[in-house]
């Protein structure tokens, strides 16, 4: 991965063939296992994340610099944010709600960049001057693997111009501006609790091991079917999704009545949802009541 030179990011092609995007569909899982309304709703943002980076990538870049670098970012960032809704709501029909927190983490994490290279050009600009210093750092972590003196040298040649901060340094340099706050952005609770699963996280092992000892004859359910979490995981990644969407219709790759429609549909559903009251539930669970693991036996 680090060898491969590919040139800066960049998705402008102006003879892409006409593309049919398709309502994201998931044709597998239980119905059951998911509240439909949300999950259709969470198919549609997928989608319309797609058709906006497929007329993106049509579009001549502005010849600016940091402008350029604008649109190269922002289309990129929402083409993988469209795979990780898609990958969302797959999970969640499956009824592996856990494991899908950390696609909504993705969700929130590009919708929060996005907003990001959209508002700080420089930045923006910055990032994308990131991309060799990024795969310089990322040949590094090989090199330390695979001990070839070999390939030492010849990745030391390949990256010798190579200047600058990768973006990881970037992001940890410039956290004021990454870590935003607003309520419609994911918070750093979401973003560290939604990665615990995936991490193997002391949190989750034990939320895990209740699971285990209080199954009875399905260990499966048990485990990951988790009803509240994924409804929670949909409502808000739906709000990520439909900033990352406003930005795009600033843009104008994507019609501003199409994000306006999905913003109201959005609306309406939360308004017929508990959901402010079990997080906070939740979240006060989680902070300070006993849980089954913590009761003696």
Known sequence: MGLTVRGPVNVYRPDAPATAIRLVEVTVGDPQLIDQAWLKLSQKLAGSLYTAVDRARRLEPPPNGAEAAQHHLIVATAAIAGAEMETLCSLCTLGLHPPAQIHARAVGLLARNAVVFHENAALALECYNSLEPSRRELSKMAQNI????????????????????????????????????????????????????????????ADAADGVRSADDDLRASLVVKKDLALSLLYRTGLFASVLLAVLADRRWIPSSTIEGLITEHQTLTARLTVFRQSRESLESAIGEPGASDVSR
Request: proline residues 0%; without cysteine; glycine residues 4%.
């Open 146 to 205: 695979l001990n070839n003196t070999d390939l030492d040298a010849l990745l030391e040649k390949r990256y010798q111009d190579a200047v600058g901060s990768s973006m990881r340094r970037l992001e940890q340099t410039q956290s004021a501006l990454f870590q935003r706050q607003e309520h419609y952005l994911m918070s750093n609770y979401e973003q560290s609790i939604w990665s615990k699963w995936a991490h193997g996280d002391i949190i989750a092992l």
